[in-house]
């Protein structure tokens, strides 16, 4: 419990004391002219109020992973927490301001744009492609599991028996209701569903979590284990070490490339610059603290860290089943039915954003106004049928493996671009650089060591070729920067 609580107010005072360290350091301009108050468009570019903001970020942001991610991490043991608390507060939370920053003095800027601003035409290329599979990957997760939760608890039986491949005609429904929604959200003005629903949304999300809080602690069911130790908890700790595994699992409650994706949307909506740190550093914090919740419950609720592990296997890796789980138990039914609620607003909160994002990229990239609805259609249509290709097409837990990857790849490249940011502004370059190199390790070792790529025996090896592969990223990018430095002074 100690541990916990530890971890839980070390979150809560980072958004009062590095958050406004961070503030500084990008000199935020209260009197700066924001991209809405510039470039009102009634569909993207639209003002909104800060508390409203607050909440759509955290819902665009949040998703499963904080839940999901955090129940199967905990899997790890009390090690998770540490994970969780620094990432969140030095990587994760530093990683959505500064890239969300960036963002707004851009004009709300997507973030391939970003990357080619700052690190070149054939990374930007790169990041167009990328990041736009990512976001229909992410749709295509936040697709599936929430029409799979919501099938568990329904009961239909002449819908559940009639089978369409490996889904039942119930499933097929639910996908469809859960897509029209997507399709709508994704083409319809900011202002008309997303900001008017997400904030009840957001507020769900933080009533669910406080919730599972209140049972943590006044309870007396639960016992949280504490970190005497950095051993790996894990079933398979050979198969699955917490470098680079753990920190690709436990992503969305740490640091996370997608919502660098996420923050130009609201960076389009924002009156001031002064409201950064609570849009993004602070919706960030707000996410690691409901990480850990969940990670802390998954850790006592069957007992201990190993009984945790033995529920894995016996659901099967099935995260939703396992929330589904815990909230009966806990909460009762009828509180349950709320948080299963909560979950399902989550996935799809950041699922059709996912695709709406994913429309603006390919907007900005091939220079197509997006007043017009037949040309928000135009780019829609095919980011849909693939998101469907990929549900049909893959397993959930080979889905949210590689989901796991791009996302933390992607996080690497937006702290690559955080670190020439902050080299030009000739201030804060190790803010950026630690966080960097440790996100491009993981990534790099990850290919090497992960059973879904390379799965190498020889992990010593594997280690050691992640290590040559970020050390050769540095060297490039110590090159780059030197090569801007000498161009800024010819």
């Given at each position: 419990m100690i541990t916990f609580l530890v971890c839980l107010a070390l979150l809560v005072g980072a958004y009062f004391t590095y958050g406004r360290y961070l503030e500084r350091l990008v000199r935020i301009d209260p009197q700066a002219p924001t991209p809405c108050q510039r470039l009102y468009d009634g569909v993207d570019y639209v003002p909104l109020p800060r508390w409203r903001i607050f909440l759509i970020q955290l819902l665009n942001i949040a998703g499963l992973g904080p839940i999901f991610g955090a129940v199967l991490g905990?899997?790890?043991?009390?090690?998770?927490?540490?994970?969780?608390?620094?990432?969140?507060?030095?990587?994760?939370?530093?990683?959505?301001?500064?890239?969300?920053?960036?963002?707004?003095?851009?004009?709300?800027?997507?973030?391939?744009?970003?990357?080619?601003?700052?690190?070149?035409?054939?990374?930007?290329?790169?990041?167009?492609?990328?990041?736009?599979?990512?976001?229909?990957?992410?749709?295509?997760?936040?697709?599936?599991?929430?029409?799979?939760?919501?099938?568990?608890?329904?009961?239909?039986?002449?819908?559940?028996?009639?089978?369409?491949?490996?889904?039942?005609?119930?499933?097929?429904?639910?996908?469809?209701?859960?897509?029209?929604?997507?399709?709508?959200?994704?083409?319809?003005?900011?202002?008309?569903?997303?900001?008017?629903?997400?904030?009840?949304?957001?507020?769900?999300?933080?009533?669910?979590?406080?919730?599972?809080?209140?049972?943590?602690?006044?309870?007396?069911?639960?016992?949280?284990?504490e970190l005497t130790s950095l051993r790996n908890c894990i079933a398979d700790a050979r198969d699955f070490p917490i470098v680079p595994m753990l920190f690709t699992t436990i992503a969305c409650g740490a640091i996370s490339g997608f919502h660098a994706t996420q923050s130009p949307l609201m960076a389009r909506c924002m009156r001031n610059e002064r409201e950064s740190r609570s849009v993004f550093y602070?919706?960030?914090?707000?996410?690691?603290?409901?990480?850990?919740?969940?990670?802390?419950?998954?850790?006592s609720f069957w007992g201990d860290v190993a009984g945790l592990n033995a529920a894995i296997a016996e659901y099967g890796g099935s995260a939703a089943v396992m929330i589904d789980v815990i909230a009966r138990e806990t909460l009762g039914p009828v509180l349950a039915g709320f948080v299963i609620f909560g979950v399902v607003a989550c996935a799809i909160t950041s699922?059709?954003?996912a695709f709406r994002s994913a429309r603006l990229i390919v907007s900005d990239f091939l220079g197509l106004e997006q007043r017009s609805l037949r040309k928000r259609i135009?780019?829609?249509?095919?980011?849909?049928?693939?998101?469907?290709?990929?549900?049909?097409?893959?397993?959930?837990?080979?889905?949210?493996s590689y989901f796991a990857w791009m996302n933390q790849t992607l996080a690497a490249v937006t702290l690559w671009v955080i670190v020439v940011y902050f080299y030009r502004q000739r201030r804060g370059l190790m803010v950026g650089l630690l966080p960097a190199l440790i996100m491009t390790y993981v990534c790099a070792s990850y290919v090497f060591v992960s059973p879904l790529m390379f799965g190498m025996e020889h992990r010593t090896a594997a280690y050691l070729l992640g290590g040559a592969v970020t050390l050769l990223i540095l060297l490039a990018m110590i090159f780059k920067l030197r090569r801007d430095h000498a161009q800024s002074l010819s």
């Open positions: 905990a899997a790890y043991g009390p090690v998770a927490f540490l994970w969780i608390t620094l990432g969140g507060i030095f990587m994760g939370a530093m990683h959505d301001f500064v890239a969300g920053v960036i963002s707004l003095r851009r004009n709300g800027e997507s973030l391939p744009e970003t990357v080619g601003h700052y690190l070149g035409r054939g990374p930007q290329l790169f990041m167009r492609l990328f990041s736009v599979g990512l976001m229909v990957l992410v749709g295509a997760v936040f697709l599936s599991q929430p029409a799979e939760l919501i099938v568990n608890r329904l009961h239909v039986p002449s819908l559940e028996g009639v089978a369409f491949g490996n889904f039942s005609w119930l499933m097929l429904l639910v996908l469809g209701i859960i897509l029209l929604y997507y399709i709508a959200a994704t083409l319809l003005p900011v202002d008309k569903i997303i900001g008017r629903i997400y904030p009840i949304f957001g507020l769900a999300l933080l009533f669910m979590a406080l919730g599972i809080l209140c049972v943590l602690l006044f309870s007396g069911r639960y016992t949280i284990p602070g919706a960030m914090i707000s996410e690691s603290i409901v990480a850990l919740i969940w990670a802390a419950i998954g850790m699922g059709d954003t135009y780019i829609s249509i095919p980011l849909f049928g693939l998101g469907l290709l990929i549900i049909f097409g893959l397993q959930f837990q080979v889905m949210w």
